[in-house]
């Protein structure tokens, strides 16, 4: 459903978001192992968060990624799709073809419809603090 970069991104955002709440910065190197990317493919990904100022980063020896807390609070995952994908998820053809529509519909059209709208109202209320305060790392992981 997304894009591989898009995968990597919400998982790296998640990450940063679970470092930041624990007063650290994460690098990019542990990035990457966290949510098992790799490292140049992350980098472009966290340069795309960070010129949409979606994440916060910092140079030198104690820089890396991080996100204020009221980041965490606001930032939802519809964002970071947003700025990943775009919205071709809620926009293309759950089969790929490019002439489907209400008046042209492909089979799955209108069942496809409400899943799609199911997936946008979960991503725009889900932010990175709730997940953040989910988080128990003996029920949840990053890596695939």
Known sequence: MFS?????GLRAVIF???????????????ISQAVDSPPA????????????????SSKGPKGGFFMAPEAMKNLTLEAVVSVLDGDSIYTNCGLGLKQCNDKKPCPLHFKFVAIKEELQAMLQNTTLIMLVNEMNLDRFHLKR
């Open 41 to 56: 493919f992350t980098a472009k990904i966290l340069q795309q968060l960070v010129k949409n100022n979606l994440i916060d």
């Open 4 to 8: 591989k970069s898009c995968e990597y």
């Open 16 to 30: 940063i978001a679970q470092q930041s709440h624990l007063g650290h910065k994460a690098s990019l190197t542990s």
